[in-house]
């Protein structure tokens, strides 16, 4: 019977080890399943970048011409790259077609500025995961700009230049405040920014460090070649800033006045206060304040050159031409490829025609 009694009690000493041993794998096996689930959703959160094969073209869809220009600076022939707006068309209201978003869903990247055109801001929604896309908005630093510049320049004294400069910087203070305050992607303020950043050389830098990353990101095979182009650009666009400096330090006028507010970036980079007939959005019909107002900034500065645009109507800007006894001129804001030359051609040419307008020596 003793002998009975300890071969039950090892037996059931042996199954309650089983069971327990059962118990542990299958706690074991939950646990690991549950790491497994774990890893998975981390690996998704962070997943890799969107690479191309080694010698595939890398295909780069851009909004508009300033940004197909870096794109194209970058890469030379290592890219394909494509604009949605067609050359003579003002991208500020484009309209993509469906066939045009397909289109814009087969580039490996996608640069743009969100609030810019609508449009292309619901079509980049549209086209999913597959191409990375870059918010230029960011590293271009947008801020706030006033639509229409009240000029308080009086004749050609140095103290209203002063006075004018000083506008100037104010206007961009409060704006990079604001800015700062929205930084983490308030998208309900996107088209209250100015847009214009690619009319600064130096923010155009910016916007080009910006790309070359991503283009090595995404191409890290011809990482090497990306970084040679844009020390390239960054020398040109470095030059043109200079230039620029240069040409616009000893001027009898501080003011220039132009057909929409496009140019506040340049304002702001050269100590200079633009006067607009309208304000940021270039098909906005000027209001008989605005142009009442226009009317002042000729009277008050002796400034005699209104400068219209290659694709907004320029009878507003003629209209106060003829009745002020001032002369038109075409500055462009560059928002589509020129007819000749690059940006940087282009930019040239409206530094020579500020200078003109504005009497730098």
Known sequence: MRMIRMNVSQARSRHLHRVVALGATLMLAAGMSACSALKGESSSDASAPHTIAPGKTLTVSTSFYPIQFLAEAIGGKLVKVSTVTPSNVE????????????????????????????????AVKEVGSGPTVVDLSKPANL??????????????????????????ATTAQAGETEHDEHAEGDQGHDGDL?????????????????????????????????????????????????????????????????????????AERYGLTQASISGIDPEAEPSPAEM??????????????????????????????????????????????????????????????????????
Request: aromatic share 6%; charged share 25%; net charge negative.
């Open 194 to 266: 100015d847009p214009h950043f690619w009319l600064d050389p130096d923010r155009m830098i910016k916007v080009a460090e910006a790309l070359e990353s991503s283009f090595a990101q995404i191409d890290p095979a011809n990482a090497n070649d990306y970084k040679a182009g844009l020390d390239k650009l960054k020398t040109a666009l470095t030059n043109l800033d200079n230039q620029y400096k240069q040409g616009l330090t000893s001027c009898q006028h501080k003011t220039f006045i132009t057909s929409h507010a496009a140019f506040g970036y340049m």
């Open 91 to 122: 991208p500020h209201d484009f309209e993509l077609s469906g066939k045009e978003t397909a289109e814009l869903g087969k580039a490996d990247l996608i640069a743009y500025v969100p609030g810019f055109q609508p449009s292309l801001d619901k």
């Open 292 to 361: 009442a107002n226009i009317k002042s900034v000729v009277e008050k500065t002796g400034v005699k050159t209104i400068f219209t645009e290659e694709l907004v109507s320029d009878t507003p800007a003629k209209a106060i031409a003829a009745e002020t006894g001032a002369e038109t001129s075409v500055l462009s804001p560059l928002e589509s490829k020129p007819e000749r030359g690059d940006y940087t051609d282009a930019m040239t040419t409206n530094l020579d025609r500020l200078k003109s307008a504005m009497v730098c020596k």
């Open 143 to 168: 801020v706030h700009h006033e639509g229409v510049e009240e000029e308080h320049e009086h004749g050609e004294e140095a103290a209203d230049s002063t006075s004018a400069m000083a506008s100037a």
